[in-house]
């Protein structure tokens, strides 16, 4: 066999060729792989949110009806259906109700669920346990729990009429969910039950997380028990606070299973919050479903706005970045 010659290919390097520079290679298959995972997520969130909400908002500019149903024809009437809404004094009470929802909801979910926190910040003898027990509203169905409710709030057999009797605490059975005094009382009771453990936990995360160091200080100083608890552990917990009342606030202003399974808006509209006013319209009989699909565009509205104001808190939080 002949010698290679010293300008082949071959003799330079040993027989070996340079390997192929594939350095764009990684970067390439990373972002397919990125867009491939994208995807999916880009293709639920336009079939299953933003194609709803915009064809949700179209049809509250259209004078759409139960027979628009069959003929296809819906016309287009801009603002009048928000007009119209506006000035119906069942929705003027559905807000009025929902604010009261609202702002019940989270003042006793919070306060209950930070005394609950701070409860639960000692260590004692089956602790976790009962921490744990405290979940089962919180993972309970809202179907389930309503019904829970409506059983445990009966007029004739319910539990809790026939504890207050037995107590002597009221003389004839108390019609919670069948007078308007008591209806919003009762739904109250419910979500309020429901959103105790939420709060519960959270705060206790926020609890955990506040340095002990800081306690010594005060005690040191001569802080009591209030005066911590209002200039160290307050302070320390305000970024959670915040966060913990904006989510708290989004959830229960689209509560609807709860107040559907308990009273469905009554007696006499006086549970009838925006969601459920919003279904009334559409489904419960009435099929003005432009007028609902305007109920339902406010209520998204008044949640994106807070909504967005918890990106803005979450935002401002030091080493997190949203």
């Known amino acids: 066999m002949a010698p290679a010659l010293p300008n082949h290919p071959a003799a330079a390097g040993g027989g070996r060729r340079p390997p192929p520079d594939r350095s764009v290679a990684p970067a390439a298959r990373s972002r397919g792989l990125g867009i491939g995972f994208a995807v999916p997520v880009v293709v639920f969130v336009a079939v299953f949110y933003l194609y709803p909400l915009a064809r949700n908002v179209v049809l509250?500019?259209?004078?759409?009806?139960i027979s628009s149903l069959y003929s296809g024809n819906a016309p287009f009437v801009g603002f009048a259906n928000y007009r119209k809404l506006?000035?119906?004094?069942?929705f003027?009470?559905?807000?009025?109700?929902?604010?009261?929802?609202?702002?019940?909801?989270?003042?006793?979910?919070?306060?209950?669920?930070?005394?609950?926190?701070?409860?639960?910040?000692?260590?004692f003898p089956l602790g976790r346990l009962l921490r744990s027990l405290m979940l089962i509203p919180w993972l309970l169905p809202l179907v389930v729990?309503?019904?829970?409710?409506?059983?445990?709030?009966?007029?004739?057999?319910?539990?809790v009429n026939q504890i207050l009797l037995a107590l002597h605490l009221v003389q004839e059975p108390v019609p919670w969910l069948n007078t308007p005094n008591t209806a919003m009382a009762a739904v109250l009771m419910c979500n309020i039950w429901i959103?105790?453990?939420?709060?519960?936990?959270?705060?206790?995360?926020g609890l955990q997380a506040i340095p002990t160091e800081l306690y010594e200080a005060a005690s040191l100083d001569g802080a009591g028990r209030w005066q911590q608890f209002r200039y160290v552990t307050l302070p320390q917990l305000r970024p959670v606070i915040s966060i913990v009342l904006t989510l708290g606030l989004i959830y229960t202003l689209k509560v609807f299973d709860v107040i559907w399974v308990m009273t469905k808006g009554g007696p006499a509209?006086?549970?009838?919050?925006?969601?459920t006013y919003a279904y009334q319209l559409s489904f419960g009989g009435l099929?003005?479903?432009?007028?609902?699909?305007a109920?339902?565009?406010?209520?998204?509205?008044?949640?994106?706005?807070?909504?967005?104001?918890?990106?803005?808190?979450?935002?401002?939080?030091p080493g997190v970045r949203a």
């Open 145 to 159: 729990a309503g019904t829970l409710f409506r059983w445990m709030l009966d007029t004739s057999n319910g539990v």
């Open 287 to 293: 099929s003005e479903f432009g007028l609902g699909a």
């Open 60 to 65: 509250s500019f259209q004078d759409y009806d």
């Open 269 to 275: 509209n006086a549970t009838n919050t925006i969601s």
């Open 86 to 90: 506006l000035s119906t004094p069942a």
């Open 295 to 317: 109920a339902g565009s406010l209520l998204v509205v008044v949640a994106a706005v807070f909504a967005l104001l918890y990106l803005r808190t979450l935002r401002a939080e």
């Open 92 to 123: 003027a009470t559905a807000v009025v109700n929902t604010v009261v929802f609202v702002a019940g909801s989270l003042f006793f979910q919070f306060t209950i669920g930070l005394g609950l926190a701070e409860f639960f910040r000692r260590s």
């Open 195 to 205: 959103g105790v453990p939420f709060n519960m936990v959270i705060l206790h995360s």
